[in-house]
Structure formats: C-alpha cells, structure tokens
C-alpha cells in the first residue's frame, strides 16, 4: 500500500480551502433586457415557429458526379497519404487523412523517426490551419489586391537591378531550414547573387546547442538522444519530451525505459529546472533551481565528476546532497548516463553538457552527435545583423520567407523601425500578419499540405511532402518563390523537389517508393564522433545578472512561439500543468506571489531594462523563487480573429542579447483583475483517489499496491443485472506510468470527432466541450510538488449511471458494451451529466460549432455527426472507427483483428499509454494491460464497472534522497 | 337572482364536448395518415436528363455495378462520373436533344446535377456495402428499377422502416447470387431465411443498437 494516495491536489485554492466556488457560477442565458412579458411572447412564437418547422420536409439534396473519376479514389472511402510537416524547421512524418480530396485528419507515420507512428500537438491542429478562413488568400501590393502576374513583374525588374549588383542589398530572412530543395535554393540565390544575404531567425530555436557543440568540439554539431539505453537521467533545464525536433520521439524511447517489468529495469530522471515542464513532471526528483544558478550547478557536478570545470559559487546544503546523489547516481551509470542540457542554457552550459557526458562515456550510447541536421546560418546571418542593416540603410530588398519578425523580433532590435527603411518588403506568409501588413507585397504561402517539399528529421532523416489538396487560395510556397527570384528553369513544386532528389532517388520507382512510404531509406545522418576541445572558462557570474528576478522567454506550450495563435484547437487546449487557456499570464513561484501579496489573476507591470509590459499572473507550483516565466506567442495584434488581443506579448521584454532570460526584472503590482481561464478545477471527482501512486520500491514489495487497499478487491456484487455479451467487449487501459501529460489525445479526438471550441468566457463557465480532458494532480508543497497526469475519456461503464437517468432514451447501452448517446435523441435535460461520477459528458449549451464558414466545414470529419445547441455529447471511442472495422470484418466473415481499431487519442499517443480494443480477447492489449497487478478502476467503490481502467504511475527514487 | 344556465346549456355542453373530441380525433387520424411511414412512395423527380433505368437496365440488360460501382466496397453505393454515361454515349444518341446536358457538361468539364430519390438524415450512416455482403438485394429498397422510365422512390426511408428489417432481418435476406436480380423470389421464405441468417453470420444482437446507424 503506497503512502502516496493521500494528499493529492489540483489548484492552490483547494489545497489551502479558500475558495468553495468552482467555475464562475452564472445564468444560463441571460435574459438581456426582457421583462416578463416579452419572455412568454418570445416563448409562444418559438414554440408555433417550432410546430411549423416540423411541416416541412428534409431539404431535397443533388448528387453532383465527377465528369472523370479521380484515379484510385472509391467515393466516401478515405485515403492516407505520407507527408511531411515541419516544426520549427525539424520535419515530422505523417500520414495524411483525404476524404474525397479533402485533408481532413492528421496520423503519425510508423516509419518515419521522428513520429514512429504517433504526433504532437501541432500536427493536428495543422488541418484547422490549412482550412482556417483568417488565412490571406490573395497578393497584395501595398494593401492592395493584386496578381502573381503582376508581383512577377515587379519582381523581374528587381531580379534584373541585382543582377547587375550582384545582390547588394538583397536580404532574405526565414525560419530555421532543414529543406534540402530550400537549402539547395538558397545557395543558388548566393551564387547568381553573391552579395545577398540569408538571416535565420526562429524564436525558438537551438542557436546555443549548436554554438556549445562548437565550443567543445570545434565545429557546430546536431546532438540526439538515445533514451531508450539511458538508465540515468539529468535534465539541466532541459524539456526533451517537449523539443519541437524531436519530443514525439524522445517521449517513446524514455517511456519504453520506463517500464518496471521490462528486462532493462526502469530508468531514473532528476531534473533540475526553473519552471515545471512535462519533462519536470515525468521526473522522479525535480529540483526547482533559477536558471542563472543551474550553471553553478552544473559546474560543481562537473568537478565533482572529474570535468575540469570552471570555478562556482558554493551549494546550498540541499543542492549539495542533491549533488551527491546525483553523481554517485551517474558514476554508478556510467556508460548508460546522460546529462541533457536545455536550449535556454547557454552555450558553454552545453559545452560543459557535452564533457560531462563524454566523462561518463555517454557519446556513443545514450547521446549521438551528428552534422548539423539544419542548414548553418552565415556569419552575420543573424537577425540581428539584420536589423543594424536595416538601419543602416543597406536593406534594399528583404524577401520574409514565412516569417514574423515584426512580431516575435527581440524588442532592442526596434525591428519594425528599421522595416520602415527598407525599400522593398516582400513577405510570404500563411496570413497577413504584423509584418504582411508592412510589406510592399504581401504573397499568399501554400499551407504545407498544399505545396511539394521535403524536410529533415531530428536525426538528420530527409522526408518528401506532397500536396493533398491544390491551394485553396492561389499560394505558392516558399520554393517556388524563390524559383522565381533565381530565374530557375524549373518554376513549379513537385519538378524543384524532384530535382533534388535526383541522385538518390534516380528512377521513378525509387520516387514513387520515397513518396508512399513516407521516408527516404538510408538517409539518417551517421554519428560523429570527435575530440573535446580544451573548455573555456565560464563566464564569471556577473554581478547584474544575479540582481533581482529573473524573467524567462519560453515558447508556449500551446500555440508556440505565436505562429499558431489563430488556432482555436490549440488556444482551447488546456496547457500542460497550468490547464490555461486562450492566455499567458507569468508564471510565478507561491512564495513570491506570498511575498509580493498577488493572486492568480492579479494585474501587474514587468519592468526590465527601461521597458515595461502589463501582464497578469498565475501562481505556478513548481516555479523557482527568484524566477518567473513568460510564454511567448500571445499578445498579437494581427493574428486573425481567433487570435488577435489574447494574452500578453513576451517580445515586448526580450532582448536579442539574453532571449532565454534575462535578469533584474522588477515586478509592480497594479491592482485589479485579469480573468483567466483554466480548467484544473473543472469536472472535478470530488476528492476520490483519481490517480494511484507508488514507487518501485512499492511495486517491488506488492505489484498490486495500487488496488491493496481498496474496500472490494475486483467487483462488488451489484443488484442491477449483467448485459449479456456480445460479439466484442470493447474496454481501454490506459497507463499512467506512460502519460507524460501532452495533450496530444485532446487534440486528436477534437479533430476527429468534430468537436467545437467555446472560446474563453465559456472555458471560465467550465463548458469546454473536450471528450478527452487530461487531469494534473499536484502531490506535496506548492513551492516543489510531484505532478501526476491523468487523461478522462468516458469510461464506458456497465452499469452506467447516466443510462438510469436519461428521461428520452438518449443514452443506452449497446450490445458490445458501448455506453452510446444519441444525439438526435436528446432533449439536453443534463440529468446524464449530473449523475456522472467521472464528469466525461459536455453539454452544447450554445451554438459553438461553427455553421457558416465553408473552409471549416470542409474540415469535418464526415463519419461523425455534427451536434447542435442543446444537445449533451461524450466520448464515443471513436464508434465511427469501430464500425468502419466491423464493416470490413464482417463483409469478408471475420473477426476483427488486432489494432483494426485505433482511437483517435490512442493512435496520436506519443507514449502508447492508451491500449484499446477487444477485453474479451485475452489475447488483445487491452486484455493484458486490465492483467496487470497495476491495474486499477477510477472509483471502484461506486460499482459502475467502468470499461476504461487505469495502470498506476510508478516513481524510480533514489534512496539517497528519498526513501523508497 | 336569474338562473346562470338555461335548461338546454347541459345539452350543448354535451354537444360541445362531442364536437371538441370528434375534431380532435379526425385531427389526429389526419395527422397519421398523412405522416404515416407508408406515405405514397416518392414520385420521380425532374432529372436533368430524362434518364431510364428501365432501358438502361430492363432493356440493354447492363449491371447495376457497372455504373454504381463502389456498392460492394464502400457506405455510397457510386454515381457514375460523366465519362461512364460518355463511354456508350459518345457513340450512342449522342445527338439526341434529351442527351445535350450531358453531352454538354461532359465537354465543358462542368457538373451535372441530379435530384436526390434516396436520402438519408445526416446523422443516419448507412452503408451500402455491409447490406450487399449479408444478402439485402438491391430491389428491397430500390424497387424494380428495371420496369421504372424515371426512377421514383419505393420505400419510405423511416426509421422504423430500417427497424422493420433490423428486428427480422432473415425475410429480406436473399443468396448471393441474387443481390442484383430485381425479380427474385423465395420459393420458402421461412427455411431460407434461417439459414442464410447463419450462413452471412449475422450477428442479430446488434442489429438494433443505436450504434449501427447513429454515431
């Protein structure tokens, strides 16, 4: 029995009591402005308007057929196509879903390294993006609407003036590159203009990793991690499960070490950082450190392990048995350590990182380092040195390749000043956004399902991106542009690609084979391995830095780093550990907010270095004292109508110098209240035991602690009678021990299964409509608790609760144990959901779908129907998957097989902590997760008997800081 | 005080009660009868082209499959792309006024809209292959098309049409061999039906779920 089942907590007020209340309690529908009277008059209109309205009959519909047939397309049966999508830069494979020529719906694709079959969250809210109705949708010149044709023309005489120049004053900015085709173009700009220049700005990029791997080998390095052979694990600020390169990928291979019955044993993670991430959440010791101070750190581990580390300040006490454990931990580990430094350290941190792991023979077994998967910046490629340009007058022509930086440039480098000086500014770009509406021409990007690239993945794997739809609106993507800006021969996507893959792939089998799996064969980057250079020493702490507190820029775990702002999927999704959403208020520690007298909510102004921002502040657990967090992506002003004026812009504050964090922030109370949306209180079960603790000592004593000390070990008798089975029992296990608390689930069910986004005042009411919510439960002190993930879909119980009280039938019971509703059954009466221990229904109080907008509607997912105001709606488990299956199987006479049916949620799972399928099959997944001694029922004791189970989280300490 | 009821106010209250509940029961009877499931079937639509099951199929004796050709493997049964009606027409009538629309749209690469018989809610998923694969014939719902000059509709489409078969599916059920003929008939129903109910091993226990249709 764990001692760890008591004492769970969701939010700061719970914990302390002090406030009752859990979402904002207010009318319905409130009745603006009518009196009595005019209510009933409403009341007996509608109700005659209604009685007629059912005289009509359905619309009568047109069957509308092909003049061809398109090849290889049976009407209404989907295709999957592999593609690829980049995040900041770094390629993620996938399989796209096309219903009648439609991209409807994003799956990871089992071959490619970086998803193995699973995605983040970006990749599925990525068809929203294609289908969003904000996107720019035709050339402007100047604001005004213009033509290809006539952007050519400009561009042409542009081309011939620099033709003769050689280039000079021609500037090219874009995201971090992995694109050989993009690669290759840019260096065929340099050669027909030699004097033109090529910046990299990506606000979020790994300029420091790269920039340490110089330091300490000589030359700038790619560095990978091999979780899977690590059995120790140091994260310095170091979020991995979260990397926008390779997070999907690492959380596979650190889980998969992670598994308490597997041959390798279980792997241990201690992560010293300054605000909670996933990564933090999944450790088994977390130590909350400023971020200026994990360097000292850092350096004493570094002696303490023979590193010839640079002088440090002295240890706490805690942080020197920290230390001690730490190290002996690693020294016991050598060979299958790892120390992982995060992209907010500065490079000679990741210096250091790399002779740390080179001492502890890591280079080669749990870390590779490869060539630079992206292609190098120039020197001076910065945008930096492209905003003294601008001021210095030398910026003739800046060509924006999909890039923001009037927006998410640092604020010292007074970009938009300087973007007045240029001549001629051509942006390309998704959406006419803060810079697109600055520029000379304004052009249309193809979405990138729209437009023929290719990509690298962490590991250096080239994928080719196909075109699933022609773009909607006339976009030309970012080769084709620069196609016209060289006079290439070759103008269009598919031949520029083509091209360069000439060599490796040089018939059209070989292409064809690259297309349709998705990858192209041999083409990982083989690892180098090289001599560390002599280390220089640290910079000394430097006296400023050390002053007052410390402000960190970090990209927001939802919508990035603001290019993903118009994205009501990702605003809505309730972020990782805070469960905010549609905002970015600062994070800050409980005992500065104790300190300072703040609140969550509360207004306050952020001085640092002679500019201010006016933000509001949310108490972070978890949170270093002397650090506060500020999440880039909010506060644009032109994102489009989802998300223009939400949160607060953190650019406004960061500085090109220190981007990560910066030092002698002062924070000023300005009274008031800023109304923030978060959902951790939300469909709370009422302080049950949700989620099931223990360590591996726990384990290792009695597999089945989770269930040990429950009142009926396996079910209680019940009165109301058993279902007679049927063909399938349908069940899912979920396990905690895999959840790292992404998100991805949430996202994945809301694209599949049609499911609305009620934008912030409604989240604030507690009515947001996701069929799978994913709990955080804190564990311990505010100033430094365990976190705890927990993802809720509907638990499909035998005996459900919410079947006895449904007045109209709407929700029933199905003869493979289904817990089914009925959507045009339903009359909205909510009985369902008040009678719902686990507070898995959501009720469409008002109209949230959206009707009007045709590219959403496009978008839909057709196997599943559309609900209306006034109708309640749960999880399902996918029954539109599970029929098409059935289908299948029972036309050819068979049974179903294995994996035939995969949920949404549990195809996206980066971790596979979702097992779904036949229980009565004791052969199934399904069956032998519900085996396992881990196995427990989210509140047993109410005897519904629920079909979901859960495996509970297991912990790995170290005895010498815990005992175990 | 004057009496407040004449003598005869008992007889037409009677009479007024009568009346009401007269009116009340022909409204209802009404009301039935004109929403009942067994509604006159739906008469044929105006077509852009004045299309002929009856000739293309009672007369040329072509195959249901050969124009609605996903009805075996998908939920839509297929509507013929222009290019299949061209593949005969291009040859065939082509110059008949009747044909013109099609001619035209077909050259002109533009879309030809027929009237939909057959439709279903939205939120009812039927699927045309799964009744193919378990022995619905095509005339248990389409009717003899192949004696229809314009296409009308035979069947309701109510949901308690679609129970009337889920709940006793082994009268409708016909051999394999005989989903496409239009006019084939059991010679004992009873036998047959039982035991093609386990040969397509149809699972009767789901059939009424809500889950079937409804998802």
């Not at chain 1, 009501?568 to 005992?591: G, H, I, Y």
């Not at chain 1, 979901?948 to 815990?962: D, G, I, K, M, Q």
Request: with cysteine; hydrophobic share 40%; proline share 7%.
């Amino acid at each position: 029995m764990s001692s760890l089942r008591q004492g769970l907590w969701r939010s700061l007020e719970e914990r302390t009591g002090a406030d009752g209340v859990r979402p904002t309690a207010q009318p319905a529908a409130p009745l603006a402005g009518m009196d009595r009277r005019q209510f009933f008059e409403a009341l007996g209109a509608s109700l005659t308007l209604a009685g007629l309205a059912g005289c009509s009959r359905p619309p009568q519909g047109e069957i509308v057929p092909y003049v061809h047939a398109p090849l290889g397309q049976t009407d209404g049966l989907p295709r999957f196509f592999a593609s690829t999508l980049t995040r900041d830069g770094y390629a993620h494979g996938v399989l796209v879903e096309s219903t009648m020529g439609r991209p409807t719906k994003i799956e990871g694709n089992p071959h490619h390294p970086a998803s193995l079959g699973a995605t983040d969250i970006y990749a599925q809210a990525s068809v929203l993006q294609l289908w969003d109705p904000d996107r720019s949708q035709s050339v402007l010149h100047r604001g005004e609407p213009s033509t290809w044709d006539a952007f050519a023309a400009a561009l042409e005489s542009l081309a011939v003036r620099f033709a003769r120049s050689a280039g000079q004053g021609l500037h090219i900015l874009s995201g971090t590159v992995t694109s050989p085709t993009l690669a290759a173009q840019l260096d065929r700009v340099k050669l027909r203009y030699p004097r033109a220049r090529w910046h990299v700005h990506q606000p979020s990029g790994n300029d420091n990793a790269l920039a340490g791997a110089e330091l300490a080998f000589g030359q700038r390095l790619s560095t990978q991690l091999q979780l899977r052979r690590a059995e120790v694990i140091v994260g310095l600020d170091a979020d991995f499960l979260g990397d926008p390169a390779a997070g999907v990928r690492y959380a596979r291979d650190f889980v998969e070490a992670r598994s308490a019955t597997g041959s390798a044993g279980m792997s241990r993670l201690y992560v010293i950082e300054p605000t909670p991430s996933i990564t933090g959440a999944m450790a088994d010791h977390r130590l909350p450190m400023e971020s200026r101070r994990i360097a000292q750190f850092a350096c004493a581990l570094g002696r303490r392990l023979g590193v010839p580390a640079p002088g440090c300040a002295e240890l706490t006490p805690d942080e020197a048995r920290w230390l001690e454990a730490l190290a002996s931990d690693l020294q016991a580990h050598h060979g299958a350590a790892l120390v992982v430094t995060g992209a907010g350290q500065p490079a000679w941190m990741h210096a250091l990182g790399h002779a740390l792991n080179l001492a502890l023979a890591s280079h080669g077994a749990t870390l590779a380092c490869t060539e630079p998967v992206e292609k190098l910046a120039e020197v001076d490629g910065t945008l930096a040195s492209l905003a003294s340009a601008m001021h210095a007058g030398e910026v003739d022509t800046l060509l924006v390749l999909d890039a923001n930086p009037a927006y998410d440039a640092p604020a010292d480098l007074d970009f938009a000043r300087g973007l007045g000086r240029v001549a001629h500014l051509l942006h390309l770009g998704l959406y006419r956004d803060e810079t697109g509406v600055l520029a000379e021409w304004h052009l249309p990007q193809a979405h990138q399902l729209e437009s023929w690239s290719d990509g690298r993945a962490f590991d250096g794997t080239a994928s080719l991106a196909q075109p699933l739809i022609a773009p909607l609106y006339g976009g030309r993507s970012a080769h084709e542009l620069l196609a016209m800006l060289t006079r290439d021969e070759v103008t269009e996507g598919r031949a520029l690609v083509r091209r360069q893959w000439q060599r490796e792939l040089p018939d059209e089998r070989a292409w064809q084979a690259a297309l349709q799996s998705g990858v192209i064969a041999g083409s990982a980057f083989a690892p180098r391995s090289l001599p560390l250079r002599q280390l220089a020493p640290a910079p000394l702490p430097n006296a400023a830095d050390q002053k007052g507190l410390e402000l960190l820029f970090r990209s927001d775990p939802t919508v990035g780093d603001g290019r993903w702002s118009n994205n009501s999927w990702l605003q809505e999704l309730p972020k990782p550990l805070t469960q905010l959403t549609w905002d970015n208020p600062l994070l800050v520690s409980p005992a500065l907010a104790a300190r300072q007298s703040l609140a969550n909510g509360d207004r306050v102004e952020l001085r640092l270095q002679g500019r201010s921002l006016r933000a509001a502040v949310w108490i972070m657990p978890g949170q270093a004292e002397g650090s506060v967090t500020l999440h880039l992506g909010y506060g644009r002003r032109l994102a489009g109508r989802v998300g223009s004026g939400t949160g607060f812009n953190a650019y406004l504050l960061r500085s090109s110098q220190a981007p990560w964090s910066s030092a002698g922030l002062e924070l000023v109370s300005t009274g008031g209240s800023y109304p923030l949306a978060s959902t951790q209180r939300h469909f709370a079960m009422e302080g049950r035991e949700p989620v099931r603790v223990g360590t591996l000592g726990d384990y290792r004593r009695d597999p089945a602690f989770a269930t040990a000390g429950d009142e009926f070990p396996g079910a209680p008798p019940s009165l109301y009678p058993e279902y007679p089975p049927g063909e399938y029992a349908w069940g899912m296990s979920i396990d905690l021990n895999a959840c790292i608390g992404c998100k991805a689930c949430t996202i994945a069910c809301q694209a599949e299964n049609n499911i609305p986004t009620v934008g912030k005042e409604q989240v604030q009411r507690g009515r947001e409509m996701h069929w799978i919510r994913v709990d955080r439960y804190y564990e311990g002190a505010p100033e430094n608790p365990r976190s705890y993930s927990q993802p809720v879909p509907c638990m499909m119980c035998e005996h459900a609760p919410c079947e006895l009280v449904c007045p109209v039938g709407a929700t029933v019971h199905d003869a493979e144990g289904l817990n089914v509703q009925v959507y045009n059954r339903c009359v909205g009466t909510r009985f369902c959901s008040n009678n719902c221990p686990y507070k898995v229904r959501r009720f469409n109080f008002l109209q949230y779908l959206d009707r009007s907008a045709d590219t959403l509607k496009a978008q839909r997912n057709p196997d599943v129907s559309v609900r209306r105001r006034g109708v309640m709606e749960k999880c399902t488990y996918c029954i539109q998957r599970i029929e098409e299956a059935h289908i299948l199987a029972d036309r050819e006479n068979r049974r179903i097989g294995a994996g035939e049916v995969l949920t949404a949620c549990q195809a996206v799972c980066p971790t596979q902590a979702i097992r779904f399928g036949d229980c009565a099959d004791p052969a199934s997944a399904v069956a032998q997760a519900k085996r396992s001694p881990r196995n427990y029922l989210l509140l047993a004791e109410l005897n519904s008997r629920p079909r979901t189970s859960y495996l509970a989280r297991l912990r790995n300490p170290n005895p010498l800081l815990e005992e175990g | 005080m004057a009496q407040l009821f004449s003598p005869s106010f008992g007889f037409l209250l009677r009479l007024g009660v009568l009346a009401a509940v007269l009116a009340a029961v022909t409204l209802v009877s009404a009301w039935r009868a004109l929403t009942s499931y067994r509604a006159a079937p739906l008469d044929a639509l105006e077509q852009p082209v004045p299309f002929s099951h009856k000739h293309h199929v009672g007369d040329d004796g072509i195959d249901c499959r050969y124009c609605h050709s996903s009805v075996e493997s998908a939920a839509f049964a297929g509507m013929p792309p222009l290019s299949t009606c061209m593949s005969c027409h291009s040859q065939l009538f082509t110059d008949q006024p009747a044909l013109a629309p099609l001619v035209d749209a077909y050259l002109a690469r533009a879309v030809l809209r027929w009237q939909r018989l057959y439709k279903l809610p939205d939120f009812a998923y039927f699927n045309h292959s799964i009744h193919i694969a378990k022995g619905i014939g095509c005339a248990s719902c389409h009717g003899a098309v192949d004696q229809m000059p314009l296409t009308w509709r035979v069947a309701p489409l109510t949901m308690r049409w679609c129970l009337d078969c889920h709940r006793e599916p082994a009268a409708h059920l016909r051999p394999a061999t005989e989903i496409f003929n239009l006019h084939w008939q059991p010679r004992d129903p009873s036998a047959l039906g039982a035991r093609l109910l386990s040969a397509y091993h149809i699972d009767t226990r789901r059939l009424t779920d809500c889950s079937v249709c409804h998802r």
